[in-house]
């Protein structure tokens, strides 16, 4: 699996991204805006990144890596999770604190998003941001997604996000 734009890859996780993987799950942002998902050293990273190939085995889609294709180096993570409350594949994005602020996830996420329209994954695809994420909600608006409102997510307030994919 791999879908490039520019020098924009996303790829799918491999074991040897551990080190970098714990590093983005422990950043401040991610712990703050995604949460603890119990990646505390270089073996839960490695189990991580086999729960985030699985789903691609069961469901299709996945998380994959965000890599520059000039020095072919990982500094993020892009693609769709599912989740119990949703119907359809919700898009979820994170980036290294070196590489954010420099549209790399915007390309990505619109490479992503259609690549989802071109393999039909679904009719419509979400996501959900903290209410204080800015920055994410700009970039989902600004890959077509409209806010439809807010919900309370895993014990916490978020906005809600979709957008159809066969318009």
């Given amino acids: 699996m ?3 734009s520019g020098h924009i890859r996303l790829r799918r996780l491999h074991q040897d991204d551990a ?6 799950n422990n950043d401040a942002l991610w712990q703050r805006f995604i949460g603890d998902r119990g990646v505390t050293d270089i073996d839960s990273a490695r189990q991580y990144i086999m729960r985030c190939n699985k789903s691609w085995e069961d469901n299709g889609f996945g ?10 180096q990982a500094f993020g993570m892009c693609g769709f999770v599912t989740r119990d409350s949703f119907d359809w594949p919700d898009l979820g994005f994170a980036l290294l604190p070196e590489a954010r602020g420099k549209g790399i996830i915007k390309g990505a996420v619109k490479a992503l998003c259609a690549w989802a329209c071109e ?35 895993s014990g916490k307030e978020e906005y809600l996000y979709w957008r159809d994919l066969f318009q």
Avoid: Y
Wanted: glycine content about 4%; some cysteine; hydrophobic content about 45%.
């Fill in 2 to 4: 791999m879908i490039q």
């Fill in 19 to 24: 080190e970098w993987v714990l590093r983005l």
């Fill in 63 to 72: 998380l994959l890596a965000v890599e520059d294709t000039e020095h072919e």
């Fill in 119 to 153: 393999v039909k994954l679904s009719p419509r695809i979400t996501a959900m941001t903290h209410l204080d994420n800015k920055a994410s909600q700009r970039i989902l608006i600004s890959a077509g997604f409209s806010r439809i409102g807010k919900i309370c997510h």
